[in-house]
């Protein structure tokens, strides 16, 4: 009698282990088998835009690589945070991801007064995409008129003129009316911000002469460069363009006159919800990464401007956190906010 009561508890206690395990087998296999079914590739932005373009692009090259559709699904609206909150709700299995940027997970999170997901909490960083310069650009006619022909020359006319210049930007709390707001502050002038609704009538007045200047999307604003349209005088990012290597950066323009350290760019990077299984994210990384350091991959972003810079999870994940550090302070400096 004591060896069947002792044989049923020993049963008994076994049981939750063995159910765990099986559980453990069934996730690993889960896991090891991804990708089983499609993969949905959220694009926070209206079709046809770079980021779009360069999903689609990523998107036909992971269908053969994980032998599985790779369905890009463009999801707009509220500066991005539409199509992102939508993926930080979707179950974390990898079958879901988005081409998040700058502006849903490092702006807008100081920009918006309410947010529906938390930039870091809510995601798993999968890699870093590429990064796209923003340059500094003035009208030609406007340049040679006041005698401006590079940074310093522009610094020097708007300390000894301030208010005199305006630059104009796509909107409050975009990347140029934030890059505008950073050069002020660090070079201590004082220039006018004038607003527009979206970046191309924000570039058509600088290249009609309606206003100065515009901290300008390097992808948007080169042609107009090359045919001497607008005057280019340095671009915004730590490093040098490669397709404007001449152009130098504002922090190696502006030296000795406070711009040391400006560093802006339009980055973009994929991310899955937060939990997804750590196999997943390292495969979708391996993946991704892979085709980034292609030839035709990196010809693809040259066309829009774009830097490729692949990285590790944890590499992209902790170039998020100190972005978001960084843009709280410019959006408060800027006074911008979006209710």
């Known amino acids: ?184 502050s660090m070079a201590k002038i004082s220039m006018v911000h004038i607003p527009y609704n979206g970046a191309s009538p924000a570039q058509l007045s600088v290249l009609s002469g309606q206003t100065d200047l515009i901290f300008d999307n390097l992808a948007s604003a080169s042609a107009n460069i090359r045919a001497g349209k607008l005057k280019a005088f340095a671009v915004t990012t730590a490093g040098r363009a490669a397709a404007f290597p001449e152009l130098p950066t504002i922090a190696e323009a502006g030296k000795g006159l406070g711009l040391e350290g400006f560093d802006i760019s339009t980055w973009f990077g994929v991310f899955a919800p937060a939990n997804t299984p750590r196999e997943i994210v390292e495969k979708l990384n391996h993946e991704i990464v892979a085709i980034l350091k292609t030839d035709d991959m990196k010809a693809r972003l040259a066309r829009i401007g774009a830097q490729p810079a692949p990285t590790t999870p944890e590499q992209f994940g902790a170039l998020v956190q100190k972005e978001l550090k960084k843009y709280a302070q410019i959006v408060k400096v800027s006074g911008a906010k979006v209710d």
Not at 44 to 68: E, F, K, N
């Open 1 to 184: 009698m004591l060896k069947k009561l002792l044989a049923a508890a020993l049963s008994a206690a076994l049981m939750p282990a063995a159910a765990i395990a099986a559980t453990n087998t069934t996730t690993n296999a889960t896991t090891n088998a991804y990708p089983t079914k499609p993969v949905r590739f959220v694009v926070p932005y209206p079709a046809g835009g770079p980021l779009d373009t360069v999903a689609r692009a990523i998107g036909d090259r992971l269908r053969d690589s994980l032998g599985q559709p790779v369905v890009v699904e463009n999801k707009p609206g509220a500066g991005g945070n539409l199509g992102a909150d939508y993926v930080a709700r979707q179950p974390a299995d990898g079958y879901t991801i988005v081409m998040g940027a700058v502006a849903t997970h490092a702006i807008n999170p100081t920009l918006f007064s309410k947010m529906p997901y938390d930039p870091v909490k809510d995601f798993a960083p999968v890699t870093l995409v590429a990064d796209v310069p923003n340059v500094l650009v003035m009208h030609p006619g406007k340049a040679a008129e006041l005698h401006i022909n590079n940074v310093r020359d522009l610094v020097a006319y708007a300390r000894k003129n301030p208010g005199k210049l305006d630059y104009a930007s796509g909107g409050n709390g975009s990347a140029g009316h934030l890059s505008g707001e950073l050069f002020k």
